[in-house]
């Protein structure tokens, strides 16, 4: 069974920041492509970064050099460093896996809240 468990959420001022983590099972993790969404209330989900098998990464243009995307394939654990956050930043975050083979397809785990506030 594919889990994916996210922790690192909470409460920070702006400016401040948070890492975010992700330990998934059921699933050869280094061979997946992760990414970090969010959502915001009355917000649709968006990708925030996405790192690939090969460790490629990509980000939404509102978190480029803020935010830092990371995999430690040994550990079977997704990362988010989140520097200079600003208020909205505000959202559920998610960590998604896209697994190739056996299983194909997305996995979602079940979210972190960062709240962002003075």
């Known amino acids: 069974e594919v889990q994916l468990v996210e922790s690192g959420g909470g409460l920070v001022q702006p400016g401040g920041s948070l890492r975010l983590s992700c330990v998934a099972s059921g699933f050869t993790f280094g061979s997946a492509d992760m990414a970090w969404l969010r959502q915001a209330p009355g917000k649709e989900r968006e990708r925030v970064a996405a790192?690939?098998?090969?460790?490629?990464?990509l980000y939404a243009d509102s978190v480029k050099g803020r935010f830092t995307i990371s995999r430690d394939n040994a550990g079977n654990t997704l990362y988010l460093q989140m520097n200079s956050l600003k208020p909205e930043d505000s959202a559920v975050y998610y960590c998604n896996a896209y697994i190739r083979g056996v299983g194909k397809g997305h996995y979602w785990g079940q979210g972190t809240q960062v709240t962002v506030s003075p």
């Open positions: 790192i690939g098998d090969g460790d490629s990464t």
